[in-house]
């Protein structure tokens, strides 16, 4: 039986983690909940880079690396080709396809924290999807300014700030509600692209909200490449009918 590493860490990853069995591993970096209810193992925590990674594929006999990390988590995507071709295993990934602006949308693309600073400059109420990267800089809020800052983890706030801790997937009209109530007026956000966060675009389209959206990450090139976690599920069981497939030419 075929040995999979699934590097995870998104909702979409743990649908195909559900797929997985005893032999594979699910490994998660160790941020957020580990899920208890899974067939396959779970490891967290890091590798030690791309040769910790590829040394742990050799050891543990793994024939197929599975990158669905989030497309703004491009270190161990980095690593994850970097230590399959050493390893001489295949690499599979999930590649979300990106959010694209609708006519009438007004993006603005950054690239890094200092660009948002410099966006931001000309707004009052900006609501912060980026994940916690924001609680790093509440130092920075400007006078005129108070933040809303929606991740996973619990924080105390700021004087001048509001710490929502939530975890998608998010309803229209939950966002629509959430948006009338913090009243912002700029949204700042991943293009971190699929259904489950997406209504907050839909929702700043409708407000006449400007986005101030970071520009992804680039990523290597699989092996295989998949847009939908139905397509991944499809072919881990093809892979898998094929490995458990009898061959009739041996003796
Ligand atoms: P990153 O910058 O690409 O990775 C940093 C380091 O964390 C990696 O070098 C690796 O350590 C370890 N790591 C990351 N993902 C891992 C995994 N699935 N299994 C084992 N080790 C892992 O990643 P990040 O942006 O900090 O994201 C961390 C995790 O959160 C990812 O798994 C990602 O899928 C999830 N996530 C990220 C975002 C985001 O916006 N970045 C959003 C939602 C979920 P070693 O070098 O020691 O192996």
């Known amino acids: 039986m075929m040995r999979i590493l699934l590097l995870g860490g998104t909702g979409d990853a743990l649908k195909i983690a559900r797929r997985l069995g005893p032999r594979d591993v699910y490994s998660l970096a160790g941020l957020g909940k580990v899920p208890g209810d899974l067939a396959c193992q779970v490891r967290v925590g890091g590798f030690g880079g791309a040769k910790g990674l590829a040394a742990y594929v050799q050891a543990q006999g793994i024939a197929l690396v599975f990158d669905a990390t989030h497309p703004y988590a491009a270190q161990i995507s980095a690593n994850a080709a970097t230590a399959g071709a050493s390893a001489g295993v295949p690499l599979w990934a999930l590649r979300r396809q990106p959010w694209s602006p609708q006519p009438g949308d007004d993006w603005r693309i950054?690239?890094?924290?200092?660009?948002?600073?410099?966006?931001?400059?000309?707004?009052?109420?900006?609501?912060?999807?980026?994940?916690?990267?924001p609680l790093a800089h509440l130092d920075e809020i400007a006078a005129h300014q108070f933040w809303t800052v929606r991740c996973l983890?619990?924080?105390?706030?700021?004087?001048?700030?509001?710490?929502?801790?939530?975890?998608?997937?998010f309803t229209y009209e939950a966002e629509q509600v959430f948006f009338e109530e913090g009243r912002f007026d700029v949204l700042v956000?991943?293009?971190?692209?699929?259904?489950?966060?997406?209504?907050?675009?839909?929702?700043?389209?409708?407000r006449g909200l400007p986005v101030i959206m970071t520009r992804r990450p680039a990523l290597p090139v699989a092996d295989r490449t998949f847009?939908?976690?139905?397509?991944?599920?499809?072919?881990i069981d093809a892979l898998r009918a094929a490995a458990d497939a009898p061959r009739w030419g041996r003796t």
């Open 110 to 133: 950054v690239d890094d924290w200092a660009a948002i600073r410099a966006a931001l400059s000309a707004f009052a109420r900006p609501l912060f999807t980026l994940g916690r990267e």
């Open 153 to 169: 983890d619990d924080h105390p706030g700021h004087r001048r700030a509001r710490v929502v801790g939530a975890r998608g997937p």
């Open 189 to 206: 956000s991943k293009n971190s692209g699929g259904q489950a966060t997406e209504a907050k675009l839909d929702v700043a389209r409708a």
């Open 227 to 235: 847009e939908a976690v139905c397509a991944v599920l499809d072919a």
